[in-house]
T-cell receptor
Framework: AQSVTQLGSHVSVSEGALVLLRCNYS??????LFWYVQYPNQGLQLLLK??????LVKGINGFEAEFKKSETSFHLTKPSAHMSDAAEYFC???????????FGAGTTVTVRA | GAGVSQSPSNKVTEKGKDVELRCDPI?????LYWYRQSLGQGLEFLIY????????KSGLPSDRFSAERTGGSVSTLTIQRTQQEDSAVYLC?????????????FGPGTRLTVL
């Protein structure tokens, strides 16, 4: 069985400040890990994915995440927040066969001017 | 190119009625997934198609839920005798399939409200 836990349901940051969203996973097999973003009334958009290649993964819009097996973590960061980063972010894990996604509960990011 | 499309975007129905939700995946994508997003349960996997077959239906919550896919393309999720707890956003996603690294492309969803 695979699952993810996102720490913090809400994160508020100032524009220009670091964004850090935490995700820990549980998996009995080498995991595939993903971060998705959801803007209001829209579907999910892939930010980045880890599929057992480089442990530091760079995604779209300046986001990156580091896979740390020893900590079972896959935290998402962005050095400088922009107002357009306000959205809900989901961490997800899948296996490498069916690829069905198990999502965390999500973290809502608000950006203060 | 065209992304994943879903219809209708919104559906309001009365308890006990049947509803059909449609998903048009990206052309050429062999894998198709349905998920449900609700306030109480978050994002949940419902069913996975590879081509027209559904090797994983483990997320369907009851036998009132069924889905099919035809021509390796369009999929329909059917909910019979809808209940208020079925109210949610139903998301469809497609993927190129094996070897693609699991990336799924999501549609905008169908918001179902059961009165």
């Amino acid at each position: 069985a695979q699952s993810v836990t996102q720490l913090g349901s809400h994160v508020s940051v100032s524009e220009g400040a670091l964004v850090l969203l935490r995700c820990n996973y549980s998996s009995s097999v080498p995991p595939y890990l993903f971060w998705y973003v959801q803007y209001p009334n829209q579907g999910l958009q892939l930010l980045l994915k880890y599929t057992s290649a480089a442990t530091l993964v760079k995604g779209i819009n300046g986001f990156e995440a580091e896979f740390k097996k020893s900590e079972t973590s896959f935290h998402l960061t962005k050095p400088s927040a922009h107002m357009s980063d306000a959205a809900e972010y989901f961490c997800a894990v899948s296996d490498s066969k069916v690829y069905k996604l198990s999502f965390g509960a999500g973290t809502t990011v608000t950006v203060r001017a | 190119g065209a992304g994943v499309s879903q219809s209708p975007s919104n559906k309001v129905t009365e308890k006990g009625k049947d509803v059909e939700l449609r998903c048009d995946p990206i052309s050429g994508h062999t894998a198709l997934y349905w998920y449900r997003q609700s306030l109480g349960q978050g994002l949940e996997f419902l069913i996975y198609f590879q081509g027209n077959s559904a090797p994983d239906k483990s997320g369907l919550p009851s036998d009132r839920f069924s889905a099919e896919r035809t021509g390796g393309s369009v999929s329909t999720l059917t909910i019979q005798r809808t209940q208020q707890e079925d109210s949610a956003v139903y998301l469809c996603a497609s993927s190129p399939g094996q070897g693609s690294g699991g990336e799924q492309f999501f549609g905008p969803g169908t918001r179902l409200t059961v009165l």
